[in-house]
C-alpha cells in the first residue's frame, strides 16, 4: 500500500496530520489568539497559555478521546474512501483493530461525510468530535433498547412455548385416563336397559350361578360358595334359562327340594 510506505510510523502520521491543520503555525484549539508553547516534547503536548489547557494534533478532531493510533485511523479512511461498501469485519481485518473499535471509527468518518482522502484536510480542520460522540451515545442507547425489547419478545415467546408444552402434556395425560376407562367399561358387560325393560344379556354373576346348577349344585351350596341371597339366585337362574345358559331339562334345586333331601338322608342316618 502507498499510503504505509509514505506514512511508516505514528510519528510520521502526527507530523502529516500537523502540517495538513496548522502548516507549521501551531494554533490553539482553545483559543485562537493565546499564545502556545512547546512544553511537554515527550508527551508531544502543546500548551495554551489563555486556557491553561494542554492539546495536540488529535484535539477536538475526529482522532480524539480514543486509543487507537493515527496510523490506522488515516489507514481506515483511505480504505473507506476507496471501498465505502466494505464490512466492519474486513475492516477490522484489514487494519488489525476490534470489530467494536471499527464501528466506532465507521461511525465518525461518516458523521463527518468523507467522500475522498482528501477530505482529510477539511476534516481535521473543521469537525467538532463532540458532536459525532453524542450521536454515537444516541444510536448505542437505541441498539440497547432494541436488544431489551427483543429479549422481552424472546423470553414471552419461550413463555408461551413452555405453558403450550405443559397443556400438551395435560391434555395427553387426560385422553390416556379417557382411553383407560372406555378399555375398562368395554370389558365390563353392562345392564343395558331399553324401553324399560332389563337387559337379559348375562353376566358374570349370572354365568357362575348357571355353572352351579349345571353341576347339580342346590340352592345352600350355591348361596355357601357365591354368598348370594335366596332371591338374587333364583333371579340369576331365570336369566339363564332364558339367555339358554341352563337346559330346561336340567333341575334346579331350590329350598324345598333341598329341606327335602336333607331330610331324607338324616332318616337313612338313623
Not at 336397559?193 to 337379559?200: A, C, D, E, Q
Request: charged share 35%.
Amino acid at each position: 500500500m502507498e499510503l504505509l510506505e509514505e506514512l511508516p510510523n505514528e510519528e510520521a502520521c502526527r507530523e502529516y496530520l500537523a502540517e495538513l491543520r496548522w502548516g507549521g503555525h501551531i494554533i490553539s484549539p482553545y483559543d485562537p489568539d493565546s499564545k502556545v508553547y512547546n512544553k511537554y516534547k515527550k508527551q508531544k503536548l502543546y500548551y495554551c497559555k489563555n486556557t491553561k489547557k494542554c492539546f495536540n494534533v488529535k484535539t477536538k478532531t475526529i482522532f480524539d478521546n480514543n486509543k487507537i493510533g493515527l496510523q490506522k485511523w488515516v489507514m481506515a479512511i483511505w480504505i473507506f474512501t476507496h471501498n465505502k461498501e466494505i464490512s466492519a469485519y474486513r475492516l477490522a481485518k484489514e487494519i488489525n483493530v476490534s470489530k467494536t473499535a471499527v464501528l466506532h471509527m465507521l461511525w465518525r468518518i461518516k458523521s463527518a461525510r468523507i467522500e475522498s482522502f482528501s477530505d482529510i484536510e477539511r476534516l481535521i480542520k473543521n469537525f467538532d468530535v463532540n458532536i459525532s460522540r453524542n450521536e454515537f451515545k444516541q444510536v448505542k442507547l437505541a441498539r440497547k433498547e432494541k436488544r431489551l425489547r427483543e429479549k422481552e419478545l424472546n423470553d414471552a415467546v419461550t413463555d408461551y412455548d413452555s405453558i403450550r408444552k405443559q397443556l400438551n402434556l395435560k391434555a395427553q395425560v387426560v385422553v390416556v385416563k379417557i382411553e383407560e376407562t372406555l378399555n375398562e367399561k368395554k370389558t365390563l358387560v353392562p345392564l343395558q336397559k331399553h324401553h324399560g325393560r332389563k337387559s337379559t344379556n348375562p353376566t358374570i354373576q349370572t354365568e357362575k350361578v348357571a355353572e352351579l346348577v349345571n353341576e347339580g349344585k342346590d340352592v345352600y351350596e350355591i348361596i355357601r360358595k357365591l354368598n348370594l341371597t335366596g332371591d338374587v339366585i333364583y333371579r340369576e337362574v331365570e336369566k339363564a334359562r332364558k339367555v339358554g345358559l341352563i337346559d330346561d331339562k336340567q333341575p334346579f334345586i331350590g329350598f324345598a327340594d333341598a329341606r327335602k333331601t336333607t331330610k331324607k338322608e338324616e332318616g337313612k342316618i338313623k
